[in-house]
């Protein structure tokens, strides 16, 4: 369950429930750049279980690129 709370140049998220993870938050930003948009994505996340650092930060980084790519898509289409 996350709440989202949106600006004019922001949204922001963080998970309500504490399940899965004992963090998770973020913030999508979009600024106007001439002839297009520049769009930052953070995240902030600590599972609830224990998982080695680097395999964790190898997934997020992964389903990061992934999620980008499908907003690129989803923006040219």
């Given at each position: 369950v996350l709440d989202v709370r949106e600006t004019t140049?922001?949204?922001?998220?963080?998970?309500t429930c504490?399940?899965?993870f004992?963090?998770?938050?973020?913030?999508?930003r979009v600024a106007a750049l001439p002839g297009g948009a520049r769009v930052t994505y953070?995240?902030?996340a600590?599972?609830?279980?224990?998982?080695p650092d680097f395999l964790v930060k190898r997934l997020f980084r992964r389903d990061?690129?992934?999620?980008?790519?499908?907003?690129?898509?989803?923006?040219?289409?």
């Open positions: 140049s922001a949204v922001t998220f963080r998970d504490g399940q899965s004992t963090t998770y938050e973020g913030t999508w953070e995240l902030r600590r599972p609830a279980f224990e998982v990061a690129a992934l999620l980008i790519a499908r907003l690129r898509q989803a923006i040219s289409s």
